[in-house]
């Protein structure tokens, strides 16, 4: 077995400001004041404000060190499964900080504003590309965003025509988030089990699919990383009924220039910007949920849509038949420009092969590891493979031991207990943007810590034992949170 490198070191506490701060300390030091000192009027001001007296070096240490506790991509390797923690090229912050873009503002006139609505058109046309749908908006704001306003498309298609309809069938390899969209929205969420392969049964979509049902929502690749096989048949027996096909898009990042959703009989589908086309995760910045739709929904979409007419791109506002606007303005552009840069970057070779080696590290983790950890589900996976604790129950060792223990060897665990299908999951995503050599640490890792488990269980149950702080008792961290540190 390969030397598995232990990280440990300084791991620095640190106080409130309020605990450090010594009356008379100071940050700066200015000339003598040529005036007379003023007092201020207590009327006005109030009581003195509580401001901790520090000098710069306090508070530079202060931030630097709370910097220290915080984990990021930008750290090590996130292989977190379903939420996509691929390195984000720095060159995107650079590009999205140009004063031109930075500096304006939404209510400049479209005729100074060309270059933003240039970029946003463009970006809808490469989205498109990708997708093969016929049009696509930049609005909703985040995935789940995007699955609302796809379930209100739906419900404002099925009323031009006349159709009630009640119900959208949601299958139990969705995120959460997809039942809760649609149950937002006023449509019953009707669950459908995953067959033994871990995809959609046709035949119970074919029992189910009626004209009291909207449509359906299908996850692909789906959250157990594995490619919907019969989207195609099931398009059609949904598309017969007069339903709809909502597809939910997060995992593009599995197969962009391979698949084109829009082929395969999706009418409707959400991308995570901050998944698949490398923009920060919440702390870097708000997220962006683009929805892209097939030619008969477009007059529902949210307007304002960018439009390109002689030359000039403009606003188009006056669009009767859409369910509205989904956010202020025209969506989250900060963002946009990021994965704009990203796309151009890449180029679609580029882009087909950052899908491609996606798959191919987690069908390198599943290889490897498969003698280690059980495998859910034993067939080629896309971007992420799910295991599970099986093989070390005997041991009384859980999908949390292992996970905690990793925090022992500094590598941030994977996603665990999710999908709630596989009983004790652990789900790996390890993203294109790792090296094999980062990815061999990791498989190695989890081979000392099953060896651990036999050997020394203890370790495991009660591990982390060098992080920060030792296991926390979740349940009391939950009830009774302690927000002060
Ligand atoms: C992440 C994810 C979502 C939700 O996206 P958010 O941007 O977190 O709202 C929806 N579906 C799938 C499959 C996802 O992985």
Redesign the pocket.
């Known amino acids: 077995m390969k030397e598995v490198i232990h990280n440990s070191g300084l791991v620095l506490d640190e106080k409130l400001l309020w605990e450090k701060g010594k009356k008379g300390r100071i940050g700066f030091s200015i000339p003598p004041q040529d005036v007379a000192v003023a007092e201020l009027d207590p009327e006005l001001v109030g009581e003195d404000p509580d401001f901790p007296d520090l000098s710069e070096v306090d508070v530079v240490r202060h931030f630097t060190r709370l910097s220290t506790w915080n984990f990021g991509v930008d750290t090590g390797m996130y292989p977190l499964g ?2 996509t923690m691929k390195y984000n090229p720095k060159t995107n912050e650079r590009q999205a900080s140009l004063a031109g873009l930075s500096e304006a503002h939404p209510f400049l006139p479209e005729s100074l504003s060309q270059g933003a609505l240039q970029i946003m058109y463009e970006l809808e046309q490469y989205l498109m590309e990708i997708t093969g749908m016929d049009a696509v908006t930049l609005q909703p704001a ?4 995007g ?1 609302m306003l796809g379930m209100l498309l739906i419900h404002a298609w099925h009323s031009k025509k006349g159709n009630s309809r009640s119900k959208i069938i949601v299958p139990d390899t ?2 959460g ?2 039942p809760a969209s649609a149950a937002l929205c006023g449509y019953k969420p009707i669950p459908v089990k995953s067959d033994e392969n871990g995809i959609i049964p046709v035949e119970t979509i074919r029992e189910l699919m009626d004209d009291e049902t909207a449509g359906i929502m299908i ?1 692909n690749p789906n ?1 157990l990383g594995l490619f919907e096989e019969n989207i195609q048949e099931i398009s059609e027996i949904v598309h017969a009924e007069d339903g709809l096909v909502y597809g ?1 898009g ?2 593009m990042n599995a197969v962009m220039g391979i698949v084109k959703m829009g082929n395969i009989g999706v009418d409707i589908m959400h991308l ?1 910007l ?2 698949t086309f490398s923009t920060p995760h919440g702390g870097g910045g708000p ?1 962006a ?1 683009p929805v892209a739709v097939k030619k008969d929904l477009i007059p529902f979409l949210p307007a304002p849509r960018v439009v390109f007419k002689n030359g000039q791109y403009s606003l188009e506002k006056n669009l009767p038949d859409s369910v509205g606007r989904m956010t202020a303005f025209y969506g989250h552009f900060n963002v946009l420009i990021k994965a704009y840069s990203y796309i151009r970057q890449m180029g679609p070779d580029n882009l087909k092969k950052a899908s491609r080696l996606a798959v191919l590290n987690a069908n390198y983790i599943k290889e490897q590891l498969k003698d280690t950890l059980h495998l859910a589900y034993d067939r080629p996976c896309m971007h992420e493979c799910i295991f599970s604790d099986k093989n070390q129950a005997a041991h009384k060792i859980s999908t949390m031991d292992m996970a905690k223990r990793l925090l022992d060897y500094g590598i941030h665990p994977p996603t665990v207990y999710f999908p709630l299908v596989v009983h004790g999951a652990i789900m790996v995503e390890p993203t294109e943007t790792e090296s094999k050599e980062d990815i061999d640490l990791f498989i190695e890792t989890f081979k000392t810590i099953a060896k651990e488990a036999e050997e020394n269980p203890d370790i495991l149950t009660s591990a982390p034992h060098v992080s920060k702080r030792r296991r926390l008792d979740e349940v009391e961290a939950a009830r009774h949170p302690c927000l002060t540190g």
């Open positions: 379903s939420c985040a995935g789940a965003h699955e969705a995120h988030t997809n996850t959250t939910d997060a995992n995570n901050h998944k997220g949920g």
